[in-house]
């Protein structure tokens, strides 16, 4: 089975063994939205996906190599662990899961290896998101840390730090008519016509415990589809969600359709304060904002794969510098106290600040 993943600058093509389809069905329904029976481009990766049996697929002197943390993530399913040997001009990542044969350098060498378990689902769409992710940095693509909403051709992204109130502000607006989720997590810019386009990109929601319990009908999701122990977690433990369940939960499945940058939004969660809002209009401190949630491959070097793929940022910065002269049709907006927002009403205010 060839299958092709066409997004933006970089097209995968995936050659699929007849005994790998079944386990590899996840990570094609995962990115179903970006999949095709052929390629928009020649592919800029080949990646040949084959049935794994741990005993049988790896030497034996494999496993006597010390393991080696490969990725460390606050979601312990992405966490990852493998034996790394070097040989012929490849690298081999080896747990029992997963087998990733990657080429040492993608400029010469676009090929790759991976054999996979009903284990591996996890690890594959994270090494394929990766994958993409590093090309488009390379290929100039500007990569934004942020979540996002939709409505009449427009995004809104949300952002700030850990524990700031961005899903308690997604689902705040989802609850108003009109809006769609539109992206989870990253977000991929381009500069069209003096406007910045957002490009959305799937991820599996993690979802702390405390928002799960405060919606009745998600929290019913999650005990009877995700993780039956629910009640057993403190409110700021996460919950690594199937995507599926959570879009349904928030009734609008992903689409990969890009949208038009309107407005940024940076919450700061304070439970039982009145809700304050107002208007960064000052150029540097909106610069500054808009760089804090760059996504940078520098930042995650705990990747050790990436090293078959390291941006050399030369285009990247460039395109960053670029979005700069379009930050003028895009509302950056503070948000403080209780989240609970009517979007319409909040862009449809005066622009100057207010509090």
């Not at 089975?1 to 990570?27: G, K, Q």
């Not at 010390?66 to 990852?80: D, G, H, K, L, Q």
């Not at 054999?115 to 394929?128: A, G, H, N, W």
């Not at 934004?144 to 700030?160: M, T």
Request: charged share 25%; proline share 6%; with cysteine.
């Amino acid at each position: 089975m060839n299958r092709y993943l066409n997004f933006l600058h970089t097209t995968v093509a995936f050659d699929v063994a007849d005994d790998a389809a079944p386990v590899f069905e996840p990570v094609q329904r995962f990115f179903r939205h970006l999949m095709a029976d052929r390629p928009v481009r020649e592919p800029t990766f080949r990646i040949t996906v084959l049935g794994y049996d741990p005993d049988t697929d790896v030497e034996p002197a494999v496993w006597d190599v010390p393991p080696s943390i490969v990725r460390r993530s606050n979601a312990a399913e992405f966490n990852f662990d493998a034996h790394v040997v070097t040989a012929g001009g490849r690298r081999r990542y080896v747990n029992r899961a997963t087998l990733v044969d990657a080429p040492l350098d993608v400029a010469t060498d676009n090929t790759f290896t991976v054999r996979i378990t009903e284990k591996s689902t996890v690890q594959i769409l994270d090494f394929v998101r990766d994958l993409v992710i590093r090309h488009e940095e390379n290929a100039g693509t500007v990569v934004l840390h942020a979540s996002g909403v939709g409505k009449d051709g427009a995004a809104v992204i949300i952002a700030g730090a850990k524990g700031a109130g961005k899903t308690t502000t997604l689902l705040s607006v989802l609850r108003r008519p009109g809006w769609k989720y539109f992206t989870g997590d990253k977000l991929f810019c381009t500069l069209d016509d003096g406007h910045i386009t957002v490009y959305p990109w799937r991820d599996y929601p993690y979802v702390g415990v405390g928002t799960i319990r405060s919606d009745p009908r998600l929290e019913k999701l999650v005990r009877e589809n995700v993780d039956a122990s629910i009640d057993s977690y403190e409110p700021g433990h996460k919950i690594l969600m199937d995507p599926d369940i959570f879009e349904s939960w928030v009734g609008a499945e992903f689409s990969a359709e890009p949208l038009r940058l309107a407005a940024l939004l940076l919450p700061e969660v304070r439970p039982g304060e009145p809700l304050t809002t107002w208007r960064l209009t000052d150029g540097n401190e909106r610069w500054a904002h808009l760089n804090k949630i760059v996504d940078r491959q520098v930042d995650t070097t705990f990747f050790t794969w990436q090293s078959h793929l390291v941006p050399d940022y030369a285009r990247f910065y460039a395109s960053l510098a670029e979005l700069r002269t379009a930050l003028d049709t895009v509302e950056m907006i503070r948000l403080r106290g209780t989240l609970d927002i009517d979007l319409d009403v909040l862009l449809s205010e005066e622009k100057e600040p207010r509090s």
